[in-house]
């Protein structure tokens, strides 16, 4: 039996009873329109949060067409993205109460472009495939964790490592009076929660629905190991899903 909870403009699936065990990824496909007009809209990012398998992102195409498959997880957060837009539904969150959601799923999502800010999604960041690990590079060399506090390829006297979080729905819109200060990072290692300096926020060249932040370490962090990273705006109506990062 499937329940379908409408809350605002957030879509919750709720799956009960058996799950095929051979069945262990799910399907999700569908248009992204204009909410007036129904024409198709292109290079919107559909994104699917994973809370055992990661982030996976998918582009629409020239008419709006999507198709995306994520692996075997028991809650799975979908939404479509283009910078400006607003989207209906906001979110949809599949959840099963027994083993992984899993099967094919339709979603459609009707979006309206504003000048302004109108509602805050946590943003998403990426991950390696199949992985809770964020996909995160060191700011200057490029290399992959574990991350040291201190860097010699970094100039001037506190030598503090900078790393590039690769992220989904983080703009700023300066007309609202919106600053880098907004943001916030945190690190919740087992030995404390630490936070992560943003120092600068832009597109990857090339990929419009993709954004690179930049955030300086703190020295407490030396020596924390794993960590979960996550990445907050104000006035967010859920709460940021985690990846990983190591440090030493």
């Known amino acids: 039996m499937r329940l379908f909870v409408l809350i605002s403009v957030v879509t919750i699936v709720i799956l009960f009873g058996a799950v095929p065990i051979s069945a262990q990824t799910?399907?999700?496909?569908?248009?992204?329109?204009?909410?007036?007009?129904g024409q198709g809209i292109s290079g919107a990012a559909v994104v699917a949060e994973g809370n055992a398998t990661g982030t996976r992102v998918v582009v629409?195409?020239?008419?709006?067409?999507?198709?995306?498959?994520?692996?075997?997880?028991?809650?799975?957060?979908?939404?479509?993205?283009?910078?400006?837009?607003?989207?209906?539904?906001?979110l949809v969150i599949h959840v099963s109460s027994g083993p992984p959601v899993s099967g094919s799923f339709s979603h459609d999502f009707a979006g309206s472009s504003f000048p302004v800010r109108v509602v805050t999604l946590p943003p998403a960041l990426l991950t390696e495939d199949n992985s809770l690990?964020?996909?995160?590079?060191?700011?200057?060399?490029r290399t992959r964790d574990p991350f040291t506090v201190t860097n010699d390829h970094y100039f001037g006297a506190e030598r503090r490592t900078r790393l590039t979080l690769l992220l989904v729905d983080l703009d700023l819109f300066p007309s609202q009076g919106e600053t880098l200060s907004m943001i916030s990072v945190q690190a919740q290692a087992p030995s404390g929660t630490f936070t992560l300096t943003p120092e600068d926020l832009r597109k990857v060249p090339g990929f419009p629905w993709m954004s690179q932040l930049t955030v300086r370490l703190p020295p407490e962090i030396s020596g924390a190991g794993e960590a979960n990273v996550t990445v907050m705006m104000p006035n967010?109506?859920?709460?940021?899903?985690?990846?990983?990062v190591r440090f030493q």
């Open 133 to 141: 690990n964020a996909l995160t590079l060191d700011g200057t060399i």
């Open 236 to 244: 967010q109506i859920l709460s940021s899903l985690s990846a990983k």
């Open 60 to 90: 629409t195409d020239a008419q709006g067409n999507y198709n995306l498959t994520i692996g075997a997880n028991n809650n799975i957060r979908l939404r479509a993205y283009k910078t400006t837009y607003t989207f209906d539904p906001l």
């Open 26 to 37: 799910a399907t999700f496909s569908g248009r992204v329109t204009e909410q007036t007009g």
